[in-house]
Nanobody, 125 residues
Framework: QVQLVESGGGSVQAGGSLRLSCALS????????MAWFRQAPGRERELVAA????????HYADSVKGRFTISRDNAKDTGYLQMSSLKPEDTAVYYC??????????????????WGRGTQVTVSS
């Protein structure tokens, strides 16, 4: 009942910035949690940032605190991840995901019922 499409990935030099977008379509519920995950080659998929769609509640991985900002435009049904001061270790495929079952943010990937196809982010030195 929910479809997600990521965009905005690309290649950037270390220290640069990118903004990822996640367009949501289909029926969503009031307590929906929207999150960004990433997966680098040979590594586990990890939570980067998450937010309650109604606002006022966010979570960030320690590795991105102070550099990444999660936000949304409810009228456009679109979530965003603003990434600044990018580092080579940020290189990964970034995925948008939605959890329709939780009011509070869950850190486990198994809690998220719907996923986008991902967008590649490459940061070079």
């Amino acid at each position: 009942q929910v479809q997600l499409v990521e965009s905005g990935g690309g290649s950037v030099q270390a220290g640069g910035s990118l903004r990822l977008s996640c367009a949501l379509s289909g029926r969503t519920f009031g307590g929906v949690i929207m999150a960004w995950f990433r997966q680098a080659p040979g590594r586990e998929r990890e939570l980067v940032a998450a937010q309650r769609w109604t606002g006022g509640y966010e979570h960030y991985a320690d590795s991105v605190k102070g550099r990444f900002t999660i936000s949304r435009d409810n009228a456009k049904d679109t979530g965003y991840l603003q990434m600044s001061s990018l580092k080579p270790e940020d290189t990964a495929v970034y995925y948008c995901a939605v959890d329709l079952s939780s009011f509070y943010i869950n850190l486990s990937i198994t809690s998220y019922e719907y996923w986008g196809r991902g967008t590649q982010v490459t940061v070079s030195s």
